[in-house]
């Protein structure tokens, strides 16, 4: 009687050897790529409009704008003069390392020192799929309510910072802001934390000082 | 030579085929079951405890509450009264026809006119999954914006009415209704449109009346 062989190895999936190399090109040609994630609406279009507004002069910025179907963010940030390529997912629920892939393929990456991904609006399934990028990034917004933390924990598990938008109408909305910290930490722990208004403009300075820390930090590494 | 036969055959999917031995089994009992959907904090277990605080005097109300893990839904439902079942989807995005089932195992659908699923909050996936019920319908929200409808069709196609929720918050976002209605009507011609705001009630009362409208018809037919 023989024994089966066992073979033991981490085995990738394909989509987290898509990821791998996606990674290894973007740090070949030193570009520095943030994934943005958000539920519909919570503001993922107008966070990339103002980073963009406040660090073209400074930065060579690119995007790759993930949407089920129309052109309204992609001719959005089309409209403001940096290299953009969307992909349509054709009904897909999240953004693959396949796709940022065949965005790659499509950007002039020696030209770019940061990629903006916008994935899909899904406070779900974005999470499961790793893309290759450098960070995380999770825009929550007020309206959504301050239990998000505590009901899609995945997605504020996995990511290196969390914005919460849409501050300028808190007093409209019962939030409570230290119950929504409170179920951050407790996920995940020392995540970055920034409260701020894309529509007014208020604290966006903070995400843009972390945002070109890690920048910093990444290129001299 | 021989040649392969065509079998010709309607293929359901196995979600589909228990989509349709629920209907069946709500059918027998008579029970009339609406499936809400909406992205993450649009309002749909507000919009469940208005619907029982107004109805559960006239109809037996009982709910199927879809959460990826928590029960701060299940709990807010149950101390309402009403029979209630939590399906936690274990990380999953959408509920499905096997977990409705699983659901109804655990309802005394002799006793119950009204069944409301609240499915994942997510404004993709569970427009794919067929539950068996009579009617869709889907939650949208103020302050994701007026553009929902063009950038996601499949959800906003499928569904039998669409509620627009948060209009007490109108005058501090940007929407333009009649770019939102004329979204909806382009993929969806004729579904039912009810804006109302589950904070202050305005509104309520024209969703109810097509709620119980439905039912009678459902029940006489």
């Given at each position: 009687m023989s024994r089966p062989i066992l073979v033991v190895e981490h085995i990738l999936s394909a989509n987290d050897r898509l990821a791998e190399a996606n990674r290894a090109r973007l740090d070949a040609a030193r570009v520095f790529a943030v994934n943005l994630m958000a539920s519909p609406g919570a503001g993922k279009t107008s966070l990339i409009l103002q980073t963009i507004g406040a660090l073209k002069g400074r930065w060579r910025i690119a995007v790759v704008e993930g949407d089920l179907a129309s052109t309204i963010d992609a001719d959005r940030i089309a409209a403001e003069g940096v290299p953009s390529v969307q992909i349509a997912?054709?009904?897909?629920?999240h953004l693959d390392a396949a796709m940022i892939q065949s965005g790659l393929d499509r950007l002039p990456l020696d030209e770019v020192d940061l990629l903006i991904v916008e994935n899909v609006?899904?406070?779900?399934?974005?999470?499961?799929?790793?893309?290759?990028?450098h960070r995380n990034v999770l825009i929550a917004s007020v309206?959504?309510?301050?239990?998000k933390p505590y009901k899609y924990p995945p997605m504020y598990r996995g990511v290196d910072a969390v914005i919460l938008n849409k501050i300028d109408v808190l007093s409209a909305f019962d939030f409570n802001m230290e119950y929504f910290r409170r179920g951050i930490e407790a996920l995940n722990p020392g995540a970055a934390f920034f409260p701020l208004s894309?529509?007014?403009?208020?604290?966006v300075d903070r995400w843009l000082d972390w945002l070109e820390k890690e920048m910093r930090t990444y290129r001299e590494g």
């Amino acid at each position: 009687m023989s024994r089966p062989i066992l073979v033991v190895e981490h085995i990738l999936s394909a989509n987290d050897r898509l990821a791998e190399a996606n990674r290894a090109r973007l740090d070949a040609a030193r570009v520095f790529a943030v994934n943005l994630m958000a539920s519909p609406g919570a503001g993922k279009t107008s966070l990339i409009l103002q980073t963009i507004g406040a660090l073209k002069g400074r930065w060579r910025i690119a995007v790759v704008e993930g949407d089920l179907a129309s052109t309204i963010d992609a001719d959005r940030i089309a409209a403001e003069g940096v290299p953009s390529v969307q992909i349509a997912t054709g009904g897909e629920c999240h953004l693959d390392a396949a796709m940022i892939q065949s965005g790659l393929d499509r950007l002039p990456l020696d030209e770019v020192d940061l990629l903006i991904v916008e994935n899909v609006g899904n406070l779900v399934c974005p999470a499961e799929f790793r893309l290759g990028v450098h960070r995380n990034v999770l825009i929550a917004s007020v309206p959504e309510g301050d239990d998000k933390p505590y009901k899609y924990p995945p997605m504020y598990r996995g990511v290196d910072a969390v914005i919460l938008n849409k501050i300028d109408v808190l007093s409209a909305f019962d939030f409570n802001m230290e119950y929504f910290r409170r179920g951050i930490e407790a996920l995940n722990p020392g995540a970055a934390f920034f409260p701020l208004s894309c529509k007014t403009g208020e604290g966006v300075d903070r995400w843009l000082d972390w945002l070109e820390k890690e920048m910093r930090t990444y290129r001299e590494g």
